[in-house]
Structure formats: structure tokens, C-alpha cells
């Protein structure tokens, strides 16, 4: 769970899903506005696509169905084709990148302080609740209870109000309940709580509850009321001060509107449905269909199960599946581009991070990759430059090793220093004899670094093979007239010799 949390991958989704978000409510409410003299319902209609647009994040649900697709196969051994090719020379892969830490705390504390947010929006309205209830009758007229909603009048409105106009007062709230609005309103909550932090998503809440409450308005009209009485009982009412219905778990009223609802109560006629209200309410379904429906397809097809993965990477790439994003797809371009900016540009589009080390980082290629996974992209430059990959445990470090091997513009070392292999006793007894085939790293200093056995024998003359290739010293390897860091390949014989 943490690891999913404090993946750039998925920080990089809720990014994209603000601002894609940003974007549809900010036509909607151009939408909205061209609905002006339109019924209520009409602006419900389009503040509840929006509700809908926020609440479909496109981007994550398609990371979390390629987790799904995924998880199967995470963490996996190498398979023994990858084992038999990771010990060919030049490649070479380690389990872990000691020393490497990501930034993931960072995300992690985003999402600490996003949670306390999210939780606190509900609380905040369930203890404004629950003062309205404790407060002897001195909030509004409202609905109370979700599933079970009950109409409450508070007895200074009834007193202040003629039969009819409490009669219209209480059609108002009956109409909420037969709108289902309590419920919907849970869909509002859970909007306030997720997005506390995104001001369009408060503007998209309050137009909400103030067309709701237009729309009910029309409704109460609508079914015989004299307009001029309803309109009275709701004037008497708002000036009696009482504390507004809370947002906690319905549609609440909205007071900046009362002039509005006035004037659309006293003159009806002025709003009614037309043709063109139609065509604006159809444009803005549309437009929500095309910020999701193709989104999502194009998401969920440039998802790769990792066995298809492995197969385009090919063998012995298997330690790459522990990276972050290594499924996410990427075109590259590069004309004389430093190996190491090519592998962060990865690493960026992939959401882990890359620590290169070794003088070849620095070299300038060219590349051309056309809608590849990142995988396949670091495949690809492993075979063809020679880089020697480190995943770290939660997949969220990439270190890469770009060494030399001589040749080309580069010095060759010469050994200077050699010490022969000890032949170990029991081996030689046991008549083992045959060449060690291993891979030596020589720093700028000419010292023996780091040995990998390529190809044993056994394991006593493989050790022994080591531990004298440790001991070897070569002259420094120039390139461009530095010392540079390079891998040889070198052998040791175990020969029996006859008596």
C-alpha cells in the first residue's frame, strides 16, 4: 500500500486528472451560463457531469487495472533462461541498490496531509449536524436522515407562516425527498472530501446545490402553488435568521441565491424549456463521453501484461519488472544526448528515479524509439551501450552503471601485477581442472575493484580464481588522455600438471 502511495506514478495520474478536470468544468460552467434563462434542471443536469467527471478519475483506474493485470507475476525469481544469459559478458544485474534512497516520503506526506483533509470534510459537517439538531429548533426548514428522510419544520416557522404558505414549505422538502436528493447527496460529500483542496470543485458543489434548489422551486410552483404565496413563505422565512440546513449528508440551502429563486418563483413564464436547452444539455453530456471514453480506451490499451513485457525486453531483463511505471509507453528522440539524460527523461516518464555512475554516462547518442514501454527502452540500451542495471526494493531507484570496455579511442591496460591462483587441495584431488571465465572492474588507479564470476568450475577454484584476480594490478586506462574506470574480461586455468 505505501508503495502505491508514494509512487510518482500515481501522483503523475492525479495531475493529470486535475487539470483534464480543471479544463470540462471549465466549459461546463460556460455551458451553464449559456442556460441562464433555461429551467433549473437543465443546470442540474450539467453540474452533475461534472460531479461525474471528478469523480471518474481516468487515468488512475487505468493504473490500478494495469496493477491488477500485473500482480500476478511481480516479484518473480529470474527464470533460468534470464540467469544463463545474465551471466554473459558484459551484462550483469544485482538485487538490490544499497545506499539509494527515493523521494517517496515526500509523496507519503502529501497523502498524510490530503487524508487528514479528506476526513475532516465529513466530520466538520456531521458535528454542524449535530448542532443544528441540538439546537432547539433554530436551524431552517431541512430534510434529516439519508435513508430514511423526514421533513422538520422548527416551530418558529410555523408559527411565523399562514396553513398555505407552510403547506409550500413543506412540498419544497418533500420534493427533495422525492428527488432522492439525500442520497445524491453522498455523492456531493464524498466529492468535498476527496477534492477539499481543489477550489473548482467547490464552485461545482455550490452551483449544484443553488440549480437544486431552483429545480425544487419549479417543482413547488409547478404543482398548483400561487407562485406570489410561495414566494412570501420564503421570504418570512429566510427573515427570521435561522441557521442554515448543514451540508453533512444532503443538499443543503443555499443563501446566496434568494433573490434568484425569488424572481424565478414570481414569474415562471420567463423560463421554460426550449430546443436550444436541449442541444446545450446533449453538448455537455458530450463532452463528458470524450474526456472519458477515449481517455480510458487509449489507457487501457497501452496497458502490457508483464509476461509480454519480458518477452519484447527479452531474457534476463527480469529484475526491470520491479520499476515503477516500466509498463507507461514512450517515444524518444535523441540526436548526440548524453546517455545519462536519456535514462532520467525514463525515469521522469516511469515515476522512479535514475542514479548514473561511470565516465560512458556522458557519452552522446543517437536513439529514435517509437511507442515502446520504458522496459523495452532500457532493454534496448542495455544491449546496445552496455549499462549494468540496480533496482532498489520498492522499485523506485534505478542505478546505472555505464562502463568501458577498452578499444576504440581508449588505452588498453596491461597487467602489471600478477598473482597466480592457489589450486586448492581437495580440488586437486578430486581431479577438477578446467578455465574460469570472469569479469573484472579496474578502476582509474588500475586496482581490481570488483570480480563476477562469468563461467565456474567449482566452487573452491572459483573462489580461489577471485580472490588472486583481486589482487592484479593494470596500468590506468585512458580515454581522451583521463583515467577512466573500464571491465575485463579475463581467464584463469587450473591445469593438473602430470607427474
Known sequence: MIEVISSRQLWSAVTDH????????????ALARMLARAPARYQTAVWWLAIGKLLVPVGLLAMVLGRLESAVVAGEPLSRLGQAVATLPGFRISDSVPGLRGSGWQYLLVFVIWAAGAIAVPLVGWFRTRGSRSSAGAAMPRVVGVWRPKVVVPDIVRGAL?????????LHERIHCRRRDPQKGLLVL?????????????LVIHRLRAATELACDEEVVAAGVCPETYATALA????????????????????GSVAERLDRIRHPGRFIAMRRYDWIRVMALALLLVSLVPALSVALAQQISREELLERMGPGHDLLLRLRGVEQRVSLTAEAEPLRRILRR????????????????????????????????LATLARDHGLEYGVSDDGGVLSVSVLMRPGGRM?????????????????????????????????????????QVLRGIHPLLDKAAVEAAMQWLYTPTLYKGEPVEVLLTVTVQFQIQSR
Open 411 to 451: 588505452s588498453s591496460p596491461e597487467r602489471i601485477h600478477y598473482v597466480s591462483p592457489h589450486y586448492p587441495k581437495q580440488a586437486r584431488d578430486l581431479g577438477i581442472e578446467g578455465v574460469v571465465i570472469m569479469e573484472a572492474t579496474v578502476d582509474v588507479e588500475g586496482r581490481v575493484s570488483d570480480v
Open 162 to 170: 399562514s396553513s398555505d404558505e407552510l403547506a409550500a414549505v413543506r
Open 346 to 377: 525514463l525515469g521522469h516518464r516511469g515515476g522512479f528515479e535514475v542514479a548514473v555512475r561511470g565516465v560512458g554516462a556522458d557519452h552522446q547518442v543517437d536513439l529514435e524509439l517509437r511507442n515502446v514501454t520504458v522496459g523495452e527502452a
Open 236 to 255: 418570512r422565512t429566510i427573515s427570521l435568521g435561522l441557521v442554515p440546513a448543514p451540508a453533512g449528508t444532503h443538499l443543503a440551502r443555499s443563501r
Open 18 to 29: 486535475l487539470w483534464q478536470s480543471s479544463v470540462v468544468i471549465l466549459v461546463l460552467w
Open 190 to 202: 464524498l466529492t468535498g472530501s476527496l477534492f477539499w483542496f481543489f477550489p473548482l470543485a467547490w
